[in-house]
């Protein structure tokens, strides 16, 4: 198994992306913690899941809950040996002058400042015991935008310039951090997304990408699994682009 005795918290977990990546994890025999405002949701995935997982309920916009989460998890386990920052949102496809400013920050509060709190709270774990994965979700959205996602564009292109940032400074500590940019998938945000969720718009979106479909949970949680793995121990820094050929 790739993640055999590996700790690893998945923020986002209780569905979509992140739930493929903790149901990866967990089956590559990393102990998995999901960490999701959606208590429920999430307990659900870690039952699912089995032995290898818990659930934490937290809103990753609140430092205090982020910081409690990393707590829980090295409190149970004695260390954090992979963090996934996959929660993410959206605001629905529009005019980007029709967004209001409510919109914009929680956009940018899931998408970007999660990651400031997560980095708060989990490197000087990963620091302590000498090593550690970050891996952040990002999108082909911060590197070939779509029109009417104007500023889920810009928090993704953070996301992405943030995550090889990262993985500069973290690097002397033995901190890997890399990032996976999905192109538009299968999850609850699609129909924002797209503005509508209607066979013509999925065929619309489906036309830009030359494999010709949208991504996948498993897509992406098998990009996760590498970058988490030992067998990308010399790779950092790195936007990987799981989208079909769309950025080509």
């Known amino acids: 198994m790739r993640l055999a005795g590996k700790i690893a918290l998945v923020t986002g977990g209780a569905s979509g992306f992140g739930a493929g990546i903790a149901r990866t994890f967990a089956r590559e025999?990393?102990?998995?913690?999901?960490?999701?405002?959606?208590?429920?949701?999430a307990k659900e995935v870690a039952s699912s899941i089995g032995a290898n997982a818990r659930a934490i309920q937290?809103?990753?916009?609140?430092?205090r809950d982020v910081a409690a989460g990393v707590e829980n998890v090295v409190a149970a386990h004695g260390r954090l040996d992979i963090v996934v920052n996959n929660a993410g949102w959206t605001h629905r496809n529009q005019p980007?002058?029709?967004?209001?400013?409510?919109?914009?920050?929680?956009?940018?509060?899931?998408?970007?400042?999660?990651?400031?709190?997560?980095?708060?709270?989990?490197?000087?774990?990963?620091?302590?015991?000498?090593?550690?994965?970050?891996?952040?979700?990002?999108?082909?959205?911060?590197?070939?935008?779509?029109?009417?996602?104007?500023?889920?564009?810009?928090?993704?292109?953070?996301?992405?310039?943030?995550s090889r940032s990262m993985a500069v400074e973290l690097a002397p500590d033995k901190i890997r951090v890399n990032c996976v940019a999905p192109v538009a998938g299968e999850t609850g945000l699609l129909a924002a997304f797209m503005g509508e969720d209607t066979p013509e718009m999925r065929a619309k979106f489906v036309a830009?990408?030359?494999?010709?479909?949208?991504?996948?949970?498993?897509?992406?949680?098998?990009?996760c699994l590498y970058l988490a793995s030992d067998e990308a121990a010399l790779v950092t820094g790195v936007v990987l682009e799981v989208d079909g050929g769309r950025t080509i």
Do not use: C
């Not at 025999?29 to 949701?41: C, E, Q, T």
């Not at 830009?208 to 990009?223: C, E, F, K, W, Y």
């Open 29 to 41: 025999g990393a102990k998995v913690a999901i960490l999701d405002l959606n208590g429920p949701g």
């Open 96 to 162: 980007m002058l029709n967004v209001s400013e409510a919109e914009f920050d929680r956009v940018f509060a899931v998408n970007v400042k999660s990651i400031f709190h997560m980095a708060h709270a989990a490197i000087p774990v990963m620091r302590r015991q000498g090593g550690g994965t970050i891996i952040n979700i990002g999108s082909t959205a911060g590197i070939r935008p779509r029109p009417g996602l104007a500023w889920y564009n810009a928090t993704k292109g953070a996301v992405n310039l943030l």
């Open 58 to 63: 937290g809103d990753v916009t609140a430092a």
């Open 208 to 223: 830009t990408i030359p494999l010709g479909r949208l991504s996948r949970p498993d897509d992406v949680a098998n990009a």
